[in-house]
Nanobody, 129 residues
Framework: VQLVESGGGLVQPGGSLRLSCTASGFTFSSYAMSWVRQAPGKGLEWVSAIARDGPIVKYADSVKGRFTIPRDNAQNTLYLQMDSLKSEDTAVYYC???????????????????????WGQGTQVTVSS
């Protein structure tokens, strides 16, 4: 089982980045997915979540209106489109999977790694001029 994030990097304030998370080794379409981040010296913060088929998406207040979380089940890939980036968005971003079983409206907003079934290695996003 693997979740592999990519797309991080250095971007100026106001800029955009798109993170990708490619899944393998499990049935991606059966899992609700989330993005969780950890800023330097701080704890884990839940960012966004999407139900297994994508009908329901949720965002933390800190990113609402700036981030979107599409998924492509045919490609086993989760995305995080980040626009209007701010310095406070600087963090390591992790994607995480939570089994949704037969429910296509289930989503999970936890920030603890131990509460997810699978967790990626993270990708660094730095917002700085």
């Amino acid at each position: 089982v693997q979740l592999v994030e990519s797309g991080g990097g250095l971007v100026q304030p106001g800029g955009s980045l798109r993170l990708s998370c490619t899944a393998s080794g499990f049935t991606f379409s059966s899992y609700a997915m989330s993005w969780v981040r950890q800023a330097p010296g701080k704890g884990l913060e839940w960012v966004s979540a999407i139900a297994r088929d994508g009908p329901i998406v949720k965002y933390a207040d800190s990113v609402k209106g700036r981030f979107t979380i599409p998924r492509d089940n045919a490609q086993n890939t989760l995305y995080l489109q980040m626009d209007s980036l701010k310095s406070e968005d600087t963090a390591v971003y992790y994607c995480a999977a939570k089994a949704a079983y037969s429910t296509n409206t289930y989503y999970f907003t936890g920030s603890s790694k131990g509460r997810y079934d699978y967790w990626g290695q993270g990708t660094q996003v730095t917002v700085s001029s």
